[in-house]
């Protein structure tokens, strides 16, 4: 057993824990994978089990096309996974979570924008949203998904509308710390909206978003 499965599976197994104590996502959804250096392979959520329930008994690797090497079934997302590692070799990890407040501003707006100064920090980008016809991205939606990414190269994440979250980085545990993150910020911005909605229910949603918007940079910008 190599050094860098080892480390892989270390990555999965850690980050499968923290986003099951998170609360980010509940019962068996969400999926998870880590790339396996040097190999074409990655670890991947085996269907059914939730991010709890993934323990060294029950990994499942698969090659990025989605065919088993080890394991049971995989998730039904090895299609989008596998297809990250392939076009992206820097991503070692991708965290994907059904996150309430993520999955409502998909619902309801192009992106999240970046309302707090700690996910301006981190994130860099507004969280963009990807409308995919499909419960798990197919080969024919994929290049949906790779627009949004080449059109930003340092995005962390997207969010599939109506579905969730895709949080990428070096490690697993990386990716759903950002996920983490988005939903905290999904949640600010969608209660001050909702806020902004109660005080002045007679303008549009874009209205409050960019009253919003612009008391925040009031907020922030230096006084002198």
């Known amino acids: ?3 860098a499965f080892l480390n892989a599976k270390n990555d999965f197994l850690a980050a499968a ?3 099951y104590e998170s609360g980010i ?3 068996t959804g969400g999926n998870l994978s880590v790339r396996i250096p040097g190999e074409n ?8 089990f939730s991010y709890g329930q993934c323990t060294e008994d029950n990994l499942c690797i698969t090659d990025f096309d989605g065919n088993v090497v080890m394991g049971g079934k995989p998730t039904r997302e090895s299609t989008l996974h596998g297809n990250l590692y392939k076009r992206y070799p820097q991503i070692g990890g991708i965290v994907h979570t059904h996150s309430p407040y993520a999955i409502l501003n998909s619902l309801n ?3 999240v924008d970046l309302v707090t100064m700690h996910s301006e920090l981190k994130l860099k980008y507004p969280i963009p949203v990807v409308d995919v016809a499909t419960q798990a991205v197919t080969e024919e939606e994929l290049p949906k998904v790779f627009e949004v990414i080449d059109k930003n190269p340092g995005l962390l994440a997207l969010i599939l509308k109506g579905h969730g979250i895709v949080t990428m980085d070096k490690t697993a545990v990386k990716a759903g710390q950002t996920a983490e993150l988005i939903e ?9 909206l909702k806020n902004f909605n109660t005080r002045s229910h007679e303008r549009s949603d874009e209205t409050y978003k960019t009253l ?3 008391d925040l940079i009031s907020i922030h910008a230096p006084t002198r």
């Open 212 to 214: 919003y918007i612009s």
């Open 184 to 192: 905290e910020t999904s949640m600010i911005n969608w209660e001050q």
């Open 41 to 48: 392979l990655m670890i991947v959520k085996p269907s059914g």
């Open 17 to 19: 824990k923290r986003t």
């Open 25 to 27: 996502q509940t019962g």
């Open 109 to 111: 707006f192009s992106q």
């Open 1 to 3: 057993m190599n050094t």
